[in-house]
């Protein structure tokens, strides 16, 4: 039997010069790309900080039932709100069946052929289109052509069109994951094609497609372009009771006091409608996110 | 019936890229009636509004350019170091981490960063820095807000390429003797180049049609410059101000909202469908 000897027991290999050198820079690189990679929530937070600095103090229940004003202190965002949550509404009630009717149409009806493809490209291709093209295409459409005026209607029309893309998109990915042994199970007993798609397929994919509706309606409540494009931007000083009324939004408010000069105080008032207008897109965010993970452990 | 009321559905999406296009057009076709083709694409004025008028569009295309250039500068070293970050280095639970934060900051309204754009970076850093000679409204506070509002565009796309490279490559860089970043930057970045091209080309899509964040922040006086100090005006700006304005119908400058309109909605398409191509090539590569 051979033994170690002694002094070659607790040997390890180091290496030196060039190789050192390597394994050096390697080891830093770690931190360099890390903070890298921090830097865009780093700026996030530092912008959080100043705008609850700057508007915390305002955001009273005042501040959310007030009109709009003249005077900085006194003015509010109570026909932002009620414009903002109309518009919601009816964008929501418009975008959600002829996003899913289309994602259903795509996934479980449509032939496979050249037309499908072209639905396809041409859905990612809308998807990508800027807002501010939705917005002339409202403008032209429903503003001018077919005479709404700069209403909640046009508003929530323009929108609708603009979140339909990333709405199908999001419930077409849902639709996919449904496994096949559920649509062959209700088949098997008799089902019709549509039976199987609105009892079973529908229900199965129901967590995906909402939290992809959820988060196009946090895009479309933060939209501006669209909506100043149709002619949203205007001094709205009573409550909205109907989709035909003019309207504004909370996104415009916090756009028109922004651009205010900023010795008039207004800037105040756009972080504290920031404020507002970030808690509730997050609250949708939220929502999503525990959606989506809750009906993934199951 | 059911069907048929399916299929309705999906040919609105259709339907909406018809109208898109006819509205674009028509209004364009008319714009053209009043000025020339020669003068729209070869002049370097944009004065829409002023005797004697005239309509060059570069000066708007430049300023749109400006603030791409500038964005990207920032957001492609970062966006890249991101995702080789994420997928080469970060635990699974890190990733898990710093993903969904790194997507919040896609969710922010851009009316937000706009605001932040003039009270905060350029009042309390840029000026700092620039000294009180830089214009309040100037192209560099909007590029530094859209290199924040893409990054996670560059970020996520780039990580996902990455993460479909082949684990076989990765262990044939380290079998001779590479260390993690000589792996990561010279055999996985360069397999995932296609996603990462794609990625940029998304986020310069992004950049060119975004409208509150340039419309606040980087001024409204037209410039032929890639300076990013000084005030500019970017296509989508400029539509912004004919849309505050409710410009009448059947005027130049309601018209001329279109055909910039049009020039805009062809350069996104153009940056968008180069973008699904390279996707798609780098998908048919590892699958």
């Known amino acids: ?204 994919a129901l967590p995906g497609i909402m939290t992809g509706v959820i988060l196009a309606v946090s895009r479309a409540a933060g939209e501006t372009a669209a909506l100043i494009m149709i002619g949203a931007f205007s001094l709205i000083l009573y409550d909205n009771t109907s989709p035909f009324d003019s309207f504004t939004t909370v996104p415009i408010q916090i756009y028109s006091w922004t651009v205010r000069p900023a010795n008039l105080g207004f800037q105040v008032n756009a972080s504290a409608a920031i404020i507002v207008l970030m808690a509730a897109v997050l609250t949708l965010n939220l929502i999503a996110a525990i959606i989506r993970e809750r009906f993934r452990r199951e | 019936m059911i069907v048929g009321s399916l299929t309705l559905c999906a040919a609105i999406s259709l339907l909406t890229t018809t109208l898109i296009i006819y509205v674009l057009f028509s209004e364009t076709s008319t714009f053209f009636r009043d000025v020339s083709f020669q003068e729209f694409f070869t002049g370097t ?65 851009t009316v937000v960063y706009a605001y932040f754009a003039i009270n905060v970076i350029t009042l309390d850093v840029l000026r700092p820095v620039f000294g009180p000679d830089l214009p309040v409204f100037n192209s560099l506070a909007a590029s530094v807000m859209l290199a924040v509002m893409i990054l996670p565009t560059i970020a996520s796309i780039s990580e996902d390429a990455m993460a479909s490279v082949p684990r076989d490559l990765r262990e044939a860089g380290y079998g001779l003797g590479a260390t993690r970043l ?26 060119v049609g975004e409208t509150m964040i340039v419309a606040v922040a980087a001024g409204s006086t037209p410039n032929l410059t890639l300076s990013p100090l000084e005030s500019i005006q970017t296509m989508t700006g400029y539509m912004l101000q004919v849309g505050l304005g409710d410009a009448a119908r059947n005027t130049v400058e309601y018209q001329s909202l279109f055909a910039v309109g049009a020039m805009l909605f062809m350069i996104t398409l153009a940056f968008n469908i180069g973008a699904h191509l390279l996707v798609a090539r780098f998908r048919e590569e590892y699958e």
Do not use: C
């Open chain 2, 45 to 109: 004025t944009w004065r829409p509004l002023f005797e004697p008028v005239s309509f060059g569009v570069w000066e708007l295309v430049a300023g749109t350019a400006n603030v791409v250039l500038w964005s990207m500068v920032m957001a492609l070293p970062v966006g890249l170091a991101t995702a080789v970050y994420l997928s080469e280095y970060a635990s699974g639970r890190t990733r898990g981490l710093m993903k969904p934060m790194l997507e919040a900051l896609a969710g922010v309204p």
């Open chain 2, 182 to 207: 000589e792996v990561a930057w010279r055999v996985v970045v360069p397999a995932a180049l296609s996603g990462i091209v794609a990625s940029v080309l998304l986020a310069i899509a992004r950049v």
């Open chain 1, 1 to 204: 039997m051979s033994v170690v000897p002694a002094h070659l027991e607790e040997v390890t290999l180091r290496a030196t010069g060039a190789v050192a050198r390597r394994q050096f820079i390697s080891r830093i690189s770690r931190y360099v790309l890390l903070a890298a990679s921090l830097i865009g929530v780093a700026i996030l937070i530092y912008l959080a900080y100043e705008t609850l600095q700057a508007g915390a103090s305002r955001v009273t229940w005042h501040f959310l039932t007030n009109y709009p004003s003249r005077f900085a202190e006194r003015a509010g965002l109570r026909s932002a709100i009620i414009g903002s949550a109309w518009t919601m509404s009816f964008t929501v009630v418009l975008a959600f069946p002829v996003a899913i009717g289309t994602a259903v149409w795509m996934e479980e009806f449509a032939p496979k052929n050249a037309v499908l493809s072209f639905v396809k490209l041409n859905l990612a291709n809308l998807a990508g289109v800027p807002s501010i093209i939705y917005g002339i295409l409202g403008l032209a459409i429903f503003v001018r052509f077919a005479d709404m005026g700069p209403s909640i209607m046009a508003g929530a029309l323009t929108l609708a069109l603009m979140i339909i893309p990333m709405t199908v998109i999001a419930a077409q990915e849902a639709i996919k994951q449904v496994p096949q042994s559920i649509r062959d199970a209700s088949l098997a007993v008799g089902a019709t094609h549509w039976q199987t798609v609105w009892s079973h397929v529908l229900p199965q």
